[in-house]
């Protein structure tokens, strides 16, 4: 199976729809506490508007048949003029799914190294994403990827 990255389009749209919704019910089986599932992050009017941004880049991997089985969701990042921070350039990732059906395909590798080779071409500085901990697939995905823990977020359920 061959498999390719490309911008997503506006046509894809429906196919993202399901891939989010596929990823809210990932974390809501983990933390019903705080996702609802099954949602999704974005409507419709909402993804079309991300897709057209050059500041909010999306990709889908897809098969020979050019239907979406995952995707990434990036955002242009950069603090400038703090008194504390550098002002380096920051490609995070707010979303990466591959569809549950196509696990263990590599579209996910294919997917991540695709965003490294985008990030580099524009020369960002770094990668960044976060993970929730109820998701231990997803860490030890991103961790098999090179990446490391940036900072912690910790809490206390009252």
Aim: charged share 25%; with cysteine; net charge negative.
């Amino acid at each position: 199976m061959e498999l390719k990255v490309r911008r997503a389009e506006i046509r894809d749209i429906p196919r993202i729809m399901k891939l989010l919704v596929q990823v809210d019910m990932v974390h809501h089986n983990g933390r019903p506490d705080i996702f609802k599932g099954p949602a999704t992050k974005y409507n419709e009017q909402e993804l079309e508007e991300i897709i057209n941004n050059e500041k909010t880049p999306v990709f889908v991997c897809v098969k020979e048949d050019d239907i979406p089985i995952g995707h990434a969701f990036c955002i242009h990042k950069q603090i400038k003029d703090d008194p504390v921070l550098t002002d380096i350039r920051t490609l995070y990732i707010d979303d990466i799914c591959v569809d549950e059906n196509a696990r263990g395909s590599h579209a996910g590798k294919t997917l991540y190294e695709y965003v490294v080779s985008y990030a580099e071409q524009q020369g960002f500085y770094n990668i960044t994403l976060n993970v929730w901990s109820c998701n231990p697939g997803a860490v030890k995905f991103y961790e098999a990827m090179g990446l490391v823990p940036q900072k912690i977020g910790m809490e206390k359920v009252l």
